[in-house]
């Protein structure tokens, strides 16, 4: 089973930087979707970026322009840097991936790693 380690989340002040990282465990890591998730409190976790195994990325509005997603396979690792923070972005964020690319847009996983706080004061 593939185990997922978050971390770089942190209380940043509005306008901000943060990266976060995400270190995943297993085999065939270049072979996944990868995605970043947000949840907010209260709210359903939502797909705020994600990688495809061709390095091609995708952003949700809310993000687009301020987030940037990448990868590095070799160290089987998925990045997520944030800049120009919003109060609005703060949650818990989580990674996952996944070879379907379907499967990353349902978050459709049978596990999800700890997630790392992102919490964005005004």
């Known amino acids: 089973q593939v185990q997922l380690v978050e971390s770089g989340g942190g209380l940043v002040q509005a306008g901000g930087f943060l990266r976060l990282s995400c270190v995943a465990s297993g085999r065939d890591f270049s072979l996944n979707h990868m995605g970043w998730y947000r949840q907010a409190p209260g709210k359903l976790r939502e797909l705020v970026a994600h990688?495809?195994?061709?390095?091609?990325?995708i952003y949700a509005d809310s993000v687009k322009g301020r987030f940037i997603i990448s990868r590095d396979n070799a160290q089987k690792t998925v990045y997520l840097q944030m800049s120009s923070l919003k109060p609005e972005d703060t949650g818990v964020y989580y990674c996952?991936?996944?070879?379907?690319?379907?499967?990353?847009?349902?978050?459709?996983?049978?596990?999800w790693g700890q997630g790392t706080q992102v919490t964005v004061s005004s």
């Open positions: 990688i495809t195994s061709g390095g091609y990325t």
């Open positions: 996952n991936g996944n070879p379907r690319l379907s499967a990353l847009l349902r978050a459709d996983f049978p596990s």
